[in-house]
DNA sequence: CTGGATAATGAGTCCTGACTCGACTTGTAC
DNA sequence: GTACAAGTCGAGTCAGGACTCATTATCCAG
């Protein structure tokens, strides 16, 4: 599809109601979800998901795509704590994000996904740190991986509002003085 | 089965060999691993499986219960801190430590199953306070959060020993101090 | 040794879910 | 308006995986 020709009305109108259903098919039931149950949502046939998205995992790609912009916008507008804090709190909601940051499986179609994220976050780490909010000596890998296994958590731990305070404020410690 | 009576020699040992291919395969592949695979690894056909294990998920339930009594051993060898670091060790290499504390799927097997650990975590959380190595202010809740989402991180990141251990120094730093 | 209970076997059933494709419909350029 | 490329439809194919069961093999009391 090299831009060869610009879609037909019908076909945008589908292809964005097949994106709209499948963010929140895949966000309710993760990524094991059926590509039928999209194309039910969707209100469309299963053949027409599959002339858009030939894979399941296109569709895949594309959604966190999309979720991947949204999150490193959201990291412009917050500091280190905020941002984890949003994060841990949209990950128990949609299962999509805990996927996205474990980088399970669509991982190969998006390149450099995860670096733009990684590298939102890496400003935000200096930020905190220039700030002396958070100690020198944390990197960005340990950074990266408390964020990716607390959405992991928030996840299949299905927390409380409490209890994701309770249990950030343990890693917020942490980061300040370690 | 209300332990009619023993079983015949030949079928111990097929019992036995089958949890252990089950042990192997799905630390290797986690629980979505085929039940065929664990036939053809423990070297019996597929009915054999069936005939001990009704359904994929007694067989699973057999591994979590063997799995969580050895973490509970375990737990009374160690303090806090090293508890937490043997168990994330361990998940990085085994998918289904990381499944259990995740309670996923098969919790309803074993009832009181994740009520022993928590137990057990509860006495080194209580030593550890005790002996002023962890805030007071901590709770359990929030261990046994910090303690599952580690594992599903390690699992998923696929975290080098290095990372295993400034990632577990934020989180340790963090419960000293909170 | 042998009969009968206990196990093992593995081809077959059923189901789910990704993906295909020929018949049909619709948007749009002229 | 009409032709035809572009899109849609959905029954159908295929693969994989849980589970069954008639047949065959194996243990072990007596």
Redesign the interface.
């Known amino acids: 599809m090299v831009e060869g020709s610009p879609l037909r009305a019908d076909a945008q109108r589908n292809r964005a109601r097949i994106l709209d259903a499948a963010e929140a098919v895949f966000a309710e039931f993760g990524t094991r979800a059926s590509t039928e149950e999209v194309a039910r949502r969707a209100g469309v046939a299963i053949g027409t998901v599959f002339r858009h998205f030939p894979t399941k995992d296109d569709l895949l790609a594309a959604i966190m795509k999309r979720l991947l912009a949204q999150l490193v916008e959201e990291a412009g507008k917050r500091d280190l704590f905020g941002f984890f804090t949003h994060l841990v709190a949209l990950a128990a909601a949609k299962k999509t994000v805990a996927d996205l940051l ?3 499986g669509v991982d190969i179609r998006l390149p450099d996904a995860l670096g733009h994220l990684k590298e939102a976050v890496g400003r935000l780490l200096k930020q905190a740190q220039a700030a002396g909010a958070v100690a020198h000596t ?2 960005l ?2 950074v990266m ?2 964020l ?3 959405c ?3 996840l ?2 299905g ?1 409380d509002k409490q ?1 994701q305070a ?2 950030l ?7 300040k ?2």
Chains 1, 2 share one sequence.
């Open positions: 474990a980088g399970s944390v990197r890998p340990e991986a408390l990716a296994s607390m992991q958590g928030a299949h731990g927390w209890l309770r249990t404020a343990v890693i917020f410690a942490g980061l003085r370690d």
